[in-house]
């Protein structure tokens, strides 16, 4: 494993941890609804992506088959309700908060569906999890009930979130021949955001207003989404991709602190607790194995 390929995993896991700030921040300042945040996220991103594969000379759409075409359509309308509900779960309760709830629980869903759907019995590992996993979640709303009802609906929304996200991964786990994991992000993101903006136009997004909504939105869509993947595909040339996803764990870490730094979020003693123990339930339930990658 290269010392340059495992800083570009850091990198990447923590510019993911900046989404949720620099959306609100989006959102905020051009007045956007989450689902204007979403759009400019995941279109952006999409088409900076599908771009730099046209440079490089490996966009090659018209050999796309159906089975490609319908692996991004699925793909896409994951992602957009991974964001939309995201966000919107950040709009009724916190940055930290809704990244922790949503992260933390995907892979408790996923681990639910193998014991459910596929018969497969977990291990005691994955039953530690969820159990550390429920814990974690149980104090995070815990230290949020005396914030509200908004504060609880943002935790219903981001384990929706999650649910999404844990759907992503299990569509995506047996690859389409051909389909590589960065023509599939820049499709998938691009279906995504065309699935979004008839809501986003809808909830009266528009273009940016000035220099600094445009920066923003750049920022969020190309560097936080399309590049960090970009640099995480990058460090799978010698990271184990069991380590890659570790590595990961950074993100809901990174974007609480931020949260707290940027608009002083708190969580309290026992969400610090909380999405500790969330944090490990995640990681006893990364995979050891080689698996397909799948959109962050």
């Known amino acids: 494993m290269r010392t340059r390929d495992f800083l570009f995993a850091v990198a990447a896991a ?4 900046g989404g949720g700030v620099v959306g609100v921040l989006l959102g905020n300042h051009e007045d956007y609804a989450p689902v204007g945040v979403a759009a400019w996220r995941m279109g952006l991103a999409g088409i900076a992506l599908l771009a730099v594969l046209a440079m490089l000379g490996r966009l090659h759409p018209g050999r796309w088959t159906g089975a490609m075409w319908w692996r991004m359509l699925v793909t896409g309308a994951l992602t957009a309700a991974f964001e939309y509900a995201f ?26 569906y193998d014991a459910v759907v596929t018969k497969t019995r977990p291990p005691a590992r994955s039953v530690a999890a969820l159990v ?38 299990i569509a995506n786990r047996t690859p389409v021949p051909g389909l590589n994991a960065m023509a599939l992000t820049g499709g998938a993101f691009t279906a995504g955001g065309l699935l979004l903006t008839p809501f986003a136009l809808a909830a009266g997004t528009d273009l940016p207003h000035d220099a600094e909504g ?83």
């Open 87 to 112: 966000f919107t779960s950040v709009s009724f309760s916190s940055v930290g908060l809704a990244t922790l709830v949503g992260i933390g629980s995907a892979p408790v869903v996923v681990a639910g």
């Open 132 to 169: 550390l996993s429920l814990g974690g979640l149980g104090l995070l709303v815990g230290g949020s009930v005396g914030q509200g009802s908004r504060m609880l609906l943002g935790v219903l929304v981001a384990l929706g979130a999650g649910m999404a996200f844990a759907a992503l991964t």
């Open 14 to 17: 923590c510019l993911w941890g």
């Open 214 to 296: 445009w920066w923003l939105a750049i920022a969020l869509g190309v560097g936080i989404t399309a590049l960090a993947y970009v640099l995480f595909l990058a460090a799978l040339e010698t990271v184990p991709p069991f380590v890659a996803t570790i590595v990961t764990l950074l993100e809901p870490l990174l974007g609480a602190i931020l949260g707290a730094i940027v608009f002083g979020e708190r969580l309290g003693w026992l969400g610090i607790v909380g999405g500790a123990l969330m944090g490990c339930a995640v990681v006893l339930l990364r995979p050891q194995r080689d698996e397909p990658e799948t959109i962050h």
